[in-house]
């Protein structure tokens, strides 16, 4: 396959959302600001285990094709998402929904107690987000930082209720291993979600956990299991009559529940997460299931058809769903520009993009439809998140870094190794063949007066000349620098730190020496 052709700057848009993530991952302990949605309990689609995970895995791939060469840029916003994922905030309501009581599990309930543990047994809606993201971690930034005993802990404890402290300690080899035996017993089919409801969706990041795991250790789990699930699932089919993905199965009977209602956001959540492993698959069926619930706007605007939400045991199911933005998500994997563009046009035009220390999201909206008929509604998990992550992604963006993985020299090449937070990375790439560094930077407003970057792993790369804007500003040697003007520029333990003081971007080339 020809590599791909991805601009090597960011866009404003790009650069805001990007901005947006961070803002969000620095938010206090608990203070969830602009995340909460309309559904109550953490227990639906828009829960902010979905949203921690779905930065971090756009976070991923716009490392991973975007810029490259920036991992500082990327890793402490990751961290923080990660240490928010493991607050009890996010996983409590385990305790509640793992007891069982649905209309998919009622019959099944006098065999569940309550159990505090998040990743014990099923809710694969949670533990594979866990195992995913600190796989994802290790992966793109070579550090076992979640490998370390305990590095993945569960932990609560109320001195108003419940006794002594819930404590579950794991780290990303032991989660990974349980979630893998949890699918083997299952026969392949998956781990479940809510007791007896396995998703196809949610059993999806797990396999780019195992996919992550054999990266950094050599193993073949994946394969193992990717081919042992599609034997499996062979008897169902992954989609049903009408061509629409099944939504789950029930583990007593199984027996399948097919996307009567064509709900979007189950056929682009599959689609989109599936085509890292099945990608002929899900490309073959994605233009008919996407023509099914599009709609036309003006000037080239697209929108979607949303299914009516069911009553359900004499109550209407309240969920973020997210079509639209799973919609967008979707169109950004399969490499479908029109429609990408028409989706993202639509919001731009109904959704009210919003500006935010700097950061771009659009803000929660309630409200189905304008008095004109156009979609207006947001969903946090949309506006917060998978609108910024259909930007930032690339054509097979989750097939490329599955099936694309960086070689070992990657990890030596000059790279941005630590970027203050008040520095927008808008290109950083290290070309091999011409021996440069090339990146972009300007300062935040948000940030402090004093904001740098530090250009590391040069101790094995001789001598360089540093330009910026086409002028020289800087020559040296590995980490010494024999000269410099235009910026503060001065040795650090990493490497070489550039200060920056002008908002205006700048453009830099780290040119080394043959």
């Not at 870094?401 to 290109?427: C, K, M, T």
């Not at 300062?443 to 402090?448: E, Q």
Request: some cysteine; overall charge negative; hydrophobic content about 40%.
């Amino acid at each position: 396959m020809n590599a791909l052709a991805i601009p090597e700057t960011l866009t404003d848009r790009q650069a805001g959302h990007l901005r947006h993530f961070a803002n969000l991952s620095r938010q206090p302990v608990n203070d969830w600001s602009l995340m909460q949605g309309r559904g109550a309990g953490q227990d639906d689609f828009g829960g902010y285990r979905f949203q921690l995970a779905y930065m971090a895995y756009a976070l991923a791939l716009a490392h991973r094709h975007r810029l490259p060469a920036a991992p500082g840029a990327f890793r402490p916003v990751f961290e923080r998402l990660m240490d928010k994922m493991l607050l009890p905030e996010v996983w409590m309501y385990w305790a509640r929904v793992g007891r069982g009581g649905s209309i998919f599990n009622a019959h099944l309930s006098h065999n569940y107690t309550e159990d505090w543990n998040p990743v014990g047994r099923d809710n694969i809606m949670y533990s594979a987000y866990v195992q995913s993201m600190a796989l994802l971690y290790h992966y793109l930034f070579d550090d076992a930082r979640y490998a370390a005993p305990g590095a993945l802990t569960f932990k609560y404890w109320s001195y108003f209720w419940g006794g002594g402290e819930r404590r579950f300690e794991y780290d990303e080899n032991s989660l990974n291993e349980h979630i893998y035996w949890q699918m083997v017993e299952s026969g392949y089919l998956g781990v479940a979600c809510e007791p007896n409801c396995v998703f196809q969706i949610c059993n999806q990041p797990a396999i780019l956990g195992f996919r992550m795991h054999d990266l950094v250790t050599g193993g073949s789990t994946a394969a193992e299991v990717t081919a042992a699930y599609q034997q499996a699932w062979a008897q169902f089919g992954h989609v049903g009559d009408n061509g629409h993905f099944h939504i789950m199965m029930s583990q007593d009977t199984k027996t399948v529940r097919p996307n009567l209602g064509k709900a979007v956001w189950v056929d682009a959540w599959c689609g989109t997460l599936m085509n890292m492993w099945n990608r002929d698959f899900v490309h073959t069926h994605y233009p008919a299931q996407m023509r099914d619930w599009l709609v036309a706007g003006r000037d080239g605007a697209l929108s979607v058809r949303s299914s009516v939400r069911p009553e359900v045991m004499g109550q209407k199911i309240v969920n973020d769903d997210s079509d639209f933005a799973w919609a967008a998500t979707w169109a950004s994997e399969m490499g479908d520009a029109d429609t990408l563009a028409g989706l993202l046009s639509h919001a731009d035009r109904y959704m009210q993009p919003t500006w935010r220390d700097d950061g771009l999201y659009f803000p929660r909206n309630d409200t189905l439809e304008d008095a004109e008929g156009n979609r207006t509604l947001v969903e946090p998990m949309a506006g917060n998140v998978l609108l910024a992550y259909a930007s930032l992604n690339v054509p097979d963006g989750l097939w490329r870094l599955y099936n694309e993985p960086w070689d070992a020299a990657h990890f030596s090449q000059p790279a941005l190794v630590r970027v203050d937070d008040g520095i927008d990375v808008l290109q950083a790439r290290f070309d091999a063949d011409a021996r440069q560094l090339r990146f972009a930077l300007r300062r935040s407003s948000m940030g402090p007066s004093e904001s740098g970057v530090v250009i590391g792993r040069l101790s094995a790369r001789g001598r360089w000349v540093l330009s910026c804007d086409g002028v020289v500003v800087a020559r040296g040697s590995a980490g010494r620098i024999d000269s410099s003007n235009g910026f503060v520029i001065r040795p650090v333990d990493e490497g070489i730190e550039i200060l920056i003081a002008q908002a205006d971007p700048a453009s830099f080339v780290m040119q080394f020496e043959s």
